[in-house]
T-cell receptor, first 111, second 112 residues
Framework: GEDVEQSLFLSVREGDSSVINCTYTDSSSTYLYWYKQEPGAGLQLLTY?????DMKQDQRLTVLLNKKDKHLSLRIADTQTGDSAIYFCAEQGQAGTALIFGKGTTLSVSS | DTGVSQDPRHKITKRGQNVTFRCDPI?????LYWYRQTLGQGPEFLTYFQNEAQLEKSRLLSDRFSAERPKGSFSTLEIQRTEQGDSAMYLC??????????FGPGTRLTVT
């Protein structure tokens, strides 16, 4: 079955790099996503990666994909207090419709 | 582009009442999705429309739930005979392609 696992909490200091990890089970996943959710708000699409890629960089964000281990990570460089939020990893299967989300990783950034 | 909008943002209702939520997708996005998110969980898929056709429904979408997208633009999600277990954030998303789903701010439902 489909399942996405994430660690629940990560605490970093301002200016450090943050690395949020995710594992998924559906080897036929075509796209993998990272979303950010601030308290009481909807989800903001941060970035996504197609399954035939290993890495994608977008400004402070770097996504790494290891298809063999079904492992996805999001690195945020120079983490700021405004990055404090819940980060969700999601996979999208070959059917191409529903996103399957993890439970989210709460990132806390201290100054 | 203006983003996905949802109305209302908050709804408090008594158990047994019917509620209806509206979602306006980003213009020219022909794909529309509904998700439900409970506290401490990630969103769970409910249903998917391509234009006006409802092409996929999750097992979570019980008989008390119905969704429509009559003209292929806005969509409504109705819950009949609400139960306390229906309390959640209901999220709408839209996309032009098969990837890149953009989410609205959500409607928070509280059933008392």
């Amino acid at each position: 079955g489909e399942d996405v696992e994430q660690s629940l909490f990560l605490s970093v200091r301002e200016g450090d790099s943050s690395v949020i990890n995710c594992t998924y089970t559906d080897s036929s996943s075509t796209y993998l996503y990272w979303y950010k959710q601030e308290p009481g708000a909807g989800l903001q699409l941060l970035t996504y990666i197609f399954s035939n890629m290993d890495m994608k960089q977008d400004q402070r964000l770097t996504v790494l994909l290891n298809k063999k281990d079904k492992h996805l990570s999001l690195r945020i460089a120079d983490t700021q207090t405004g990055d404090s939020a819940i980060y969700f990893c999601a996979e999208q299967g070959q059917a191409g419709t529903a996103l399957i989300f993890g439970k989210g990783t709460t990132l806390s950034v201290s100054s | 582009d203006t983003g996905v909008s949802q109305d209302p943002r908050h709804k408090i209702t008594k158990r047994g009442q019917n509620v209806t939520f509206r979602c306006d997708p980003i213009s020219e996005h022909n794909r529309l999705y509904w998700y439900r998110q409970t506290l401490g969980q990630g969103p769970e898929f409910l249903t998917y429309f391509q234009n006006e056709a409802q092409l996929e429904k999750s097992r979570l979408l019980s008989d008390r739930f119905s969704a429509e997208r009559p003209k292929g633009s806005f969509s409504t999600l109705e819950i009949q005979r609400t139960e306390q277990g229906d309390s959640a954030m209901y999220l709408c998303a839209s996309s032009r392609q098969i990837y890149e789903q953009y989410f609205g701010p959500g409607t928070r439902l509280t059933v008392t």
